[in-house]
């Protein structure tokens, strides 16, 4: 395949590489504590969409009727938000090089492919 990419001191997997090219992580970027707060960041935009989601929406749907276009939109928006931050914590837990980047790079994934069915099922519900 190749040898590891070497920056510095340590060595970098061909894994690694990919993943770095694939979310678009600079050659230099240093690796830094931030990936954690990120994390929580990030952890805390997919709670509060699956909270108005799944609990709010639900509930002031008979209150107030948001049929007409309004929950597809809301949910597209609030799925946009909540997969930008997922993206942009797995570029910082790459760049940080952080011990459970791999963990985080799968949960995340299979979060993104759940908002893309999500999303195909609000823009047919739109359409």
Do not use: N
């Not at 985080?104 to 759940?114: S, V």
């Amino acid at each position: 395949m190749g040898s590891p990419v070497v920056a510095g001191r340590d060595e970098i997997s061909p894994a690694d590489a990919f993943m770095r090219r694939l979310l678009r992580v600079p050659d230099d970027a240093t690796p830094g504590a931030a990936a954690q707060s990120v994390f929580g960041a990030s952890l805390l935009v997919s709670t509060i969409r699956c909270l108005l989601t799944y609990v709010v929406l639900p509930v002031l749907k008979p209150v107030v009727d948001l049929s007409g276009g309004v929950g597809p939109l809301l949910g597209l928006v609030l799925g946009a938000v909540s997969a930008a931050a997922i993206v942009y914590s797995m570029r910082r837990f790459v760049a940080a090089r952080h011990r459970w980047r791999w963990g985080y790079i799968a949960i995340g994934t299979a979060i993104l492919l759940l908002l893309a069915v999500q999303a195909f099922g609000d823009l047919r519900s739109l359409a």
